[in-house]
Each structure stands twice: as C-alpha cells, then as structure tokens.
T-cell receptor, first 115, second 116 residues
C-alpha cells in the first residue's frame, strides 16, 4: 500500500501542450505539497494545501494550477508547457501544518520531459 | 529569508569509510532541522530530525546534532555501506506563520557513492 502515490511516473510531451499530474495520499494527512526538482537535484516548494485550502504559493508561473478536490488529493495542472518545465515533480503530505515537527512523506515523483 | 547550504558533491567513499556531509543554515526564527535521503529512482524519505539546540537525531547509523551556535547540522556515519549510496538533503522547517507555515527549505543535495 503506497502512502503517497503519483501518476503518471513518466510524462513526455511537446511544448505548448497542457498536462496534469495526479497525487493521492492514504495517510489521512491534512496537508499536501508540490515540489519541483531540477536537473541538478535542487528541490523547491511550489504549493501547499491544508484541508483543500491553498496555504503556500511560491513564485510559480500562473500556468501551474493546483487543484485539491478533497484533502487526500492534490493535482497539478500545467498549461502551455515550456522546455524549462522539464523536471521531476514530487508530491508530499504531512499530518499537521501547525507544527514544524511533522515529517513530510514524499511520493515517488513524476519525471516530466518537454520536447 | 531562510537558506540551507550543503557541502559540494559528489562524495565517493569506499565501504566502511567514515562519512561527514556538512550542512549550515540561515533562518530568521528557530527552525527544526532535517536530513532527507533520496535513493535512486525514488522519492525523498526522512532520515533523521532535530527540533531544538543540542538535540541529536539518529537513524540507521547516521547522526546529526543541532548546533545553534554554529548554525550547523552536519550528517555523520561511522561506517558507510554500498546501500547508503543516495542523494542526501539537509532541510529546515520554518516555524513562522502565514505563507511560510510548514515550508521546508532544502539544501542543494549531496550525491554519495559508496564503492565495495
């Protein structure tokens, strides 16, 4: 039973296309996150949601739109894909946003390649 | 703002060698500190954490001590194994409010390769 799952695992697409990445967690956590990892392994937060409400929204182009239909799911939709969007995208979840003591649990990642 | 700096990699060691990966941080408040590990082709997993000064986090033979005076959280292991080959990330968690709530700031990652 995977705690945090993402689909698809790999995504190869053309510039200008629109694509979505789905994330689900079965841990009963309140908070979910999206991170982007670039080719040099640098990891940066993009968004976080707590109980379906947007909490963190870093400086991310508005082509990226997160959607949380319920607290177990946080999907990432990307419009008009660009070459620079090629990266690994990680979803994560944690139990309580209210304390920094909580551990974040990461999904296996979605490897996006824009051609 | 907050930032985390790790030693440059990659680090290549022989099995049973001693490992140190340096990590220093800058934070406006009093953060919690973490080491996460990413094995090849996988997502990140928490390796260990410390929440206050002089706390020592430990797991799987790895240790790190929260040093407030030197703003450091160096990762150590006395005897590495081939299975420790992975990317190691130092991170801090902001205890501030508003849009920083729960945010993890990561270092740039250090690639460790252990040879038999």
């Amino acid at each position: 039973d995977t705690a945090v799952s993402q689909t698809p695992k790999y995504l190869v697409t053309q510039m200008g296309n629109d694509k979505s990445i789905k994330c689900e967690q079965n841990l009963g956590h309140d908070t979910m996150y999206w991170y982007k990892q670039d080719s040099k392994k640098f990891l940066k937060i993009m968004f976080s949601y707590n109980n379906k409400e947007l909490i963190i929204n870093e400086t991310v182009p508005n082509r990226f739109s997160p959607k949380s239909p319920d607290k177990a799911h946080l999907n990432l939709h990307i419009n008009s894909l660009e070459l620079g969007d090629s990266a690994v995208y990680f979803c994560a979840s944690s139990q309580d946003l209210g304390t920094s003591l909580e551990t974040q649990y990461f999904g296996p990642g979605t490897r996006l390649l824009v051609l | 703002g907050n930032s985390v700096t790790q030693m440059e990699g990659p680090v290549t060691l022989s099995e049973e060698a001693f490992l140190t990966i340096n990590c220093t941080y800058t934070a406006t408040g009093y953060p919690s500190l973490f080491w996460y590990v990413q094995y090849p082709g996988e997502g990140l997993q928490l390796l260990l954490k410390a929440t206050k000064a002089d706390d020592k986090g430990s797991n799987k033979g790895f240790e790190a001590t929260y040093r407030k005076e030197t703003t450091s959280f160096h990762l150590e292991k006395g005897s590495v194994q081939v299975s420790d080959s992975a990317v190691y990330f130092c991170a801090l968690s902001d205890r501030g409010g508003g849009t920083s709530y729960g945010k993890l700031t990561f270092g740039q990652g250090t690639i460790l390769t252990v040879h038999p």
